[in-house]
């Protein structure tokens, strides 16, 4: 981010201002500008292969978790058959 301290004190001038009060608003606001805290397009560019990465790994961790519980519905479901079919068996042994 550039800031061009000459050009904003015209415009305040401009803007009715004096020559004294532009300059001097001009210099503050140059000196409290955080240049660190701005973000670079290199920053984004990083940013956005990080998100890539976070979006690669939690589709893969969806894909794993609708396996596991694919995995324990059918496994769920046959042991209640089995306990089911064992009950009847038992009860059609006891006639």
Do not use: P
Request: proline share 0%; charged share 25%.
């Amino acid at each position: 981010m550039k800031f061009n301290s000459l050009k904003y004190s015209k415009k305040l001038r401009l803007a009715g201002f004096n020559e004294n009060q532009s300059e001097i608003l001009a210099e503050g606001f140059h000196e409290h500008i955080s240049y660190q805290e701005v973000a670079k397009k290199s920053d984004l560019v990083q940013l956005d292969k990080k998100i890539d990465v976070v979006e690669i790994r939690l589709e893969k961790s969806i894909a794993d978790l609708g396996t596991k519980l694919t995995t324990f519905i059918c496994a769920s479901s046959f042991s209640v058959m089995t306990i089911l079919l064992a009950f009847m068996m038992f009860l059609h042994s006891g006639k």
